[in-house]
């Protein structure tokens, strides 16, 4: 299977400047899966919700869904790109999967980042696996990846490949991700932005260094920080499928769910 990311720099309210160049630089990319950042096509930094709500999309009406979805029909592959949706008065900071035929599933963010928390709804779809093909892919957005139970949950529901669009503006996500794929023995494929979005209320800068990590929890390719990046490589997924950590140990397997119940519990010790 040929899964890769396209590391660009969206500009930021340039919805239809930043669809055109995903659909020039993939228009002949040979690939199953490919994985765009986070809030791909409208940019990230906004001031407001009203900004939000000038700028989100429904993927039903979507000019860019249609286009990424013809690009798939051609291409014969499959995109997961952050999407800046609108569904019926609220707005979330999806990602959506798009095939040959549309939207196959959207995931809406369920962990908002700092500001977010103002511009957007969170996240109100439960986590769920799609399969592609013989390959069993999950979909996390971004500062998701600072609560290990969306990888571990995703993990549960059979995910061979986690897809991760994203903007990252911390730095530890990328070495993290390498944690969570070792956890669950999953692929992951964390597709950042680069550059920054420069608005009237201040600059936000993005890390690159997209990235793609085997099972073992080992980095196969990194992109550079700041510098656009197609890339696509061959995996095998069943590797996925294999969750021994030793000889006598499986990283499902051999959870002690009794022992977590806090986890499933809102409570938690205050600090
Ligand atoms: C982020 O969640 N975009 C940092």
Not at 190 to 207: A, E, I, S, V
Request: charged share 25%; hydrophobic share 40%; glycine share 8%.
């Amino acid at each position: 299977m040929k899964i890769g990311y396209f590391q660009f720099r969206p500009l930021f309210g340039k919805v239809s400047h930043n669809l055109h160049k995903v659909v020039a630089k993939l228009s002949n990319a040979k690939a199953d899966l490919i994985v765009l950042p986070e809030l791909a096509f409208t940019g990230y930094y906004f001031k407001n919700r009203a900004e939000v709500k000038a700028l989100a999309e429904d993927p039903g009406k979507s000019v860019t869904v249609d286009a990424l979805t013809a690009l798939c029909k051609k291409g014969k592959f499959r995109i997961v790109t952050g999407f800046t949706e609108k569904a019926r008065g609220k707005y979330f900071n999806s990602a959506l999967l798009i095939g040959p035929r549309g939207v196959e599933h959207t995931y809406r963010k369920i962990h908002l980042f700092n500001e977010e928390t103002k511009w957007f709804d969170a996240g109100n779809i439960p986590l769920q696996v799609n399969k592609i093909g013989s390959a069993r892919i999950g979909i996390m957005v971004c500062f998701d990846w600072a609560f290990p139970e969306v990888a571990r949950s995703l993990a549960l529901q059979g995910a061979d490949i986690i897809c991760h669009p994203a903007n990252l503006v911390l730095g530890y996500c990328q070495q993290t991700m390498l944690t969570r794929c070792l956890e669950n023995k999953v692929y992951a494929i964390t597709t950042n932005r680069f550059g920054y979005d420069k608005r009237p209320q201040g600059n936000l800068r993005f890390t690159g260094r997209s990235q793609i990590v085997a099972p073992g929890g080992t980095l196969i390719h990194r992109a550079p920080s700041q510098r656009e990046e197609l890339f696509i490589m061959d995996i095998e997924p069943a590797l996925a499928r294999d969750k021994s950590i030793t000889p006598l140990n499986e990283v499902l397997r051999d959870r002690r769910p009794e022992f977590y119940k806090v986890l499933t519990s809102k409570k938690g010790k205050k600090s």
